[in-house]
């Protein structure tokens, strides 16, 4: 029993320095910046519980936000609490730089049938970038994470009394959209000196 408990123990270290590079410092860091431009996908519902229900009244009520029949992605009727209720499910893709008068027309539209008893509207919204968009993004953008992952690792590498050299690996930088901006995230790391 003492023997496999002595092997366990001195391999166990051996299997640690495996999976760890040795001689390295890793630096993962992050900006935000707004989306340079992107399109704002509008994603808006519209309720109709009366049974004369049709396309013409979806539209005539969002004509006003920029909707038309081109941006109808669906239409599906249910019941309920004995009510038979028509939804027209739309997608308006509007530049982001035109997201704010969208979101105003949207609200205004929301406002008229507020005392209506049988039409209702509700919209959510997204962003997206081109890939010329985030190209052009991350251009901007790794100049100044490269410097400040350089930047960490002179830290961390510090702490053991060592200094960041050149660099090993870096992995693809991480782009992904948060509300009206990107987020990018770029891993380097470098050998320790």
């Known amino acids: 029993m003492r023997s496999l408990f002595l092997l366990f123990v001195l391999t166990t270290p051996w299997i640690a ?13 992050s ?10 996908n509008l994603r ?14 979806a539209l005539g009520v969002l004509g ?16 309920s609490q004995g009510f038979v209720i028509t939804q027209y499910d739309f997608l308006l893709p509007v530049p982001a730089a035109e997201f704010a008068a969208a979101r105003d027309r949207l609200i ?8 209506s008893t049988s039409q209702g509207l509700t919209w959510s919204s997204t962003v997206a970038a ?18 400040q992952a350089r930047a960490q690792a002179a830290v961390l590498a510090a702490a053991v009394e060592k200094s960041a050299g050149d660099v090993i ?17 770029l ?7």
Do not use: C, H, K
Not at 17 to 29: E, G, K
């Open 130 to 147: 081109s890939d010329e968009e985030i190209t052009r993004a991350l251009q901007q953008a790794m100049p100044r994470l490269v410097a």
């Open 169 to 185: 690996s870096i992995a693809t930088p991480a782009v992904t959209n948060s509300g009206l901006n990107l987020v990018i995230g």
């Open 108 to 115: 205004s539209a929301q406002r008229n049938l507020a005392t």
């Open 31 to 40: 900006t935000t910046q707004p989306a340079p431009a992107g399109t704002a």
């Open 17 to 29: 320095l495996r999976a760890q590079p040795p001689n390295t410092v890793t630096a993962t860091v």
């Open 187 to 193: 891993t380097v790391t470098y050998a320790l000196q």
């Open 64 to 79: 006003g936000v920029g909707v038309t029949a081109a941006n109808l992605t669906g239409i599906s009727v249910s019941i």
């Open 44 to 57: 808006i519902q519209f309720f109709d519980a009366n049974l004369a229900s049709t396309i013409d009244a």
